[in-house]
């Protein structure tokens, strides 16, 4: 990655010194800086990003704004985070039972020794320069901590703004404690105005007999590129449904990642992608098989308009000594321009013997026997073939926890196609 | 009033495996105007199917010879989503599933196609209109609020042909093999559908195996198809002949030399 190192190390230490953090912050960040110059780039296979602007000098501060906090008495967690402000709605009722939502810094000061357990231990900065880079300068975090035998039933639903003239380094830590169960609705929008770019890490501890339901609908528009890197620790018997939506304008890569450690740990991995224009997207869905029992579905659809490029790569692996668990993966391509390339390559890494795994993969064109019977009832061709996208993303789409969600992507989905028409 | 003519139809498709083109129809002449209802019976594999897909403008099937004219204007030029406009409907034999549409957005969708933009069709009177059909068909509210055909039976896929039938109104309405897989209640159910249609404004093309369809739905007349063109032309009492001698009789008595797929050499 092209950068700067000694002038982003003059700034880092600068913004470091003037920073009044806690320790643990501090010292998390020095370390992580130090891995940055030799960690390797994270690898996303028929996917070249190494010249993208990801790492830029613009974090002037690390001043991660403080959360506002306003009990309600009605059952809805929003919580809302733009440039000013975290502003964090949460039922009485919850926070008598120990559910906990605040900005890192407040968190880390309250519960130093929670933050020292988790922060940056699932997604670590050894690990590649770009993870090295966002947590040595975060500027903009949140915890979601729901303690054991805690159960929601509504959603949280989380809507972030990037709407800022600075770089961001987004970190959602999410904490799922033994037998709780919650879902997380998230939304992140930047908005064609903005610059800078984005690197955007969620963190989940999947604790025994955990439920998380992570949805997201994600609409970035800036001009510069956005870096994705989500993964669970999924212990004994937890799981983790990702419903993840990237209805980015901006080029995007990254990582979505489910790491069954724990005996009869499951994860679905279920990702769309809409890529248009000169736009380039790569991801990896990743699931790791490490544990006995364990369960790991994957299942991506994408299309691809214009002159765009979209690559899926389902990564499943299985280490050994996982007997008796499963991997499964679709990933599927619809490439609506002659002019757009792409792949769905299927990766299957597998040292175990008595497992089940299977994989599809398909790029191609649109269902034609849809199509047809759609244009048999009159329907006009692009509004049909609108419908007929809707129909091949629609088993991810409706995996979206929330309607309003569902609509709001359906929204975004048919103004983007008509756009690209 | 319209006129729906097929004249001298000749219609090929491409074999998936050995990539010749196949010549299916040969020669079919078939003239039907609205207000009127006509069979086609024939045995398996003679382009009965073949026939309806290619009036809605399918592309595998290509026309090599011969033309359709809707009220005297050839529709061979005009895309499949034209010719529904302009009034063409076809109820399949394997309608498509689409997960992620709704039946009622997918109804509402036709027809407002054929309606201009500034005037689309209310929701109030969509669901209106939409209530009644569906008390004609007995069929279920809750059926048009799921995905498009997904997860439908069988019987279910004929219904919402029918309903989507009685939604959009057509001039023409091709109905393939409407009664297959139907149980005697549902028969009577998508007769009383159909025939609920009859009018001066509607004409109707059945395809059938079965004469029985035709005593709820009585046609005016009765074709019979045979090796890829109309052979013979009669009132329903045709039907009756035919379901009770089948069709190897009528052949020799034509004198035709043609194969019928189910016959002992
Ligand atoms: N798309 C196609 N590709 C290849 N062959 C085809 C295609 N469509 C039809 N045929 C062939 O054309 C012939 C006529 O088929 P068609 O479906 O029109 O018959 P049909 O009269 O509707 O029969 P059935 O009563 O069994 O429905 C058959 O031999 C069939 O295999
Ligand atoms: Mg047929």
Redesign the pocket.
Known sequence: MNFDYSQLKTQFQQTLAKSNEPAELTSLRQAAFQQLKNAPLLKVTKFNFHNWPLITNQVQSFSLSEADLQLTDNEQVKVTVNPQVIAVKLPNSLKEQGVLITDLVSATRKYPQMINKYLATVIRPEENQIAAYHTALMNLGLIIYVPQNVQLDGPISLTVNFEQQRTTNFHLLIIAGKNSRFQIIDHLIASQQQETPLTNFTEIIANENSEVHFSSLDHLSQKAPAYYQYRAAIKDYAKVDWAVGLMNECNTVGEIDSELIGEGAHANSQLIALTANDQQLGINNRVTNRSPHSQGLINQRGVALGNSRLIFNGIGQIIHGAHGSEAEQQNRLLMMSPHASGDANPILLIDENDVEAGHAASVGKINQDQLYYLLSRGIPRHQAQRMVIRGFLSAVITAIADRDVRQKMVNILERKLKENA | MAILQIKDLHVA????ETHQQ?E?LKGVNLKMQTGEIHAIM????????????TIMGHP??HVTQGDILLDGESILDMPVDERARKGLFLAM?YPAEIQGVTNAEFLRAAINARRPKDDQISVMDFLQELDQNLELLDMKESMTERYLNEGFSGGEKKRNEILQLLMIKPSFAIL??IDSGLDIDALKVVSRGVNSMRSPKFGSLI?T?YQRLLNYIVPDVVHV?MG?RIVKDGGPELAKKLEAEGYAGLRDELGLKIDLVDEDD
């Open positions: 498709v491409k074999d998936e196949k299916i024939g045995p398996n594999g003679t382009g009965k199917s073949t026939l309806s897909q595998n099937y034999q393939d093999e395809i195996h198809m890829g």
